[in-house]
């Protein structure tokens, strides 16, 4: 099989307000044919980072269709200085994946296919607002660490709503969050990141940022982080709404989201299923090969559960 790697030949696809880069690839010609595979990356990732992922979907018999969201990744940056992550509301988060779907993944399909999805974390949210809305667009769905919750990483949560809401009154929208500038890729090391506990898939994504440093986001801006608390907000009362089929995997020394809001999520949402990898950090796709293990066999006795329906 080609590696993803080689394969790569991003697009530009125009969403309202930002050029998007997309990309899809063929499953691997050895295996038998599974359909499509929608893989949606989180907050400051891109497609590199997951070329691994990609490569084990192919081999499982996806093809694979995945984007870069506004503000990141090769994708149209919000603001003047690129490290920052913004977005006025979710709402342009879902005219992205509206996008994909319309100009990537339909023409992929067979006729009255539908696609599987994979997404981590804040592409997992977004998945959801758009299942929320429209629950038959996916066969089914495989969500890891799903932002549902955020942590405040030890500041009281009225706390943090209320100075949210203060930055925005002084017009502080594209503003760093405090603390998140020094998120900047180029300044974390493995003792100061909080997402994986697997050193060398770590270097592997530092290494990609130091080749091309213009794909690296820092953190989030005052805009960003108002706009995911009224979307998460808004999010948590939707469960029941959902009807797909979903595979929700906590992570169970996550620091980023909260894993007990996402069991709480899947025990709510008619038709999902949970899974906790105890041992796993925030990017469960990015951690040490045990442990991404027992989300590939969750993940295939998943799909082959709802075979029927892909």
């Known amino acids: ?23 899809r690839f063929e499953s691997a010609p050895d295996v038998p044919a599974r359909g499509v595979c929608v893989l949606l990356n989180g907050q400051t990732e891109f497609i590199e980072k997951y070329f691994e992922v990609i490569d084990e979907l192919r081999g499982r ?38 996008t994909l779907m319309n100009w990537v993944v339909t023409p992929m399909l067979a006729q009255g296919e539908k696609p599987v999805a994979l997404a981590h974390s804040m592409g997992a949210h977004n998945l959801l607002r758009l299942l929320a809305r429209r629950p038959a667009s996916f066969a089914a769905a495989a969500l890891c660490a799903p932002m549902i919750a955020i942590s405040f990483r030890g500041q009281k949560e009225l706390l943090v709503r209320s100075v ?30 909080l997402v994986t506990s697997d050193p060398q898939r770590f270097e592997r994504t530092q290494m990609l940022l130091r080749e091309q440093p213009d794909l690296r986001l820092a953190g989030a801006t005052w805009g960003w982080l108002a706009a995911a608390l009224r979307s998460m907000d808004w999010l ?10 979903l595979l929700i995997v906590g992570a ?55 075979r029927a329906s892909v």
Do not use: N
């Open 164 to 193: 949210t809401r203060y930055q925005l009154w002084r017009g502080k929208r594209a503003d760093w969050v405090w603390g998140m500038e020094g998120r900047d890729p180029h300044k974390v090391t493995f003792a100061t990141q």
């Open 252 to 306: 169970g020394k996550d620091r980023i989201c909260i894993t007990s809001a996402a069991q709480d999520f899947a025990r709510r949402a008619p038709a999902a299923d949970y899974v906790e990898i105890a041992e796993a950090e925030h990017e469960i796709l990015m951690e040490r090969s045990a442990i991404r293990a027992k989300f590939w066999l969750a993940f295939d006795a998943f799909m082959q559960k709802h």
């Open 1 to 23: 099989m080609i590696p993803a790697a080689i394969l790569f030949d991003p697009m530009p696809i125009k969403a309202v307000g930002a050029s998007l880069r997309a990309a």
């Open 61 to 98: 018999g996806f093809a694979v269709a995945t984007m870069d969201w506004r503000g990141q990744g090769g994708s149209t940056r919000m603001t003047e200085d690129s490290r920052k992550s913004f977005v006025g509301d979710f709402s342009e988060y879902d005219e992205d994946l509206d």
């Open 236 to 245: 948590r009362g939707q469960a029941s709404a959902v009807t797909t089929e």
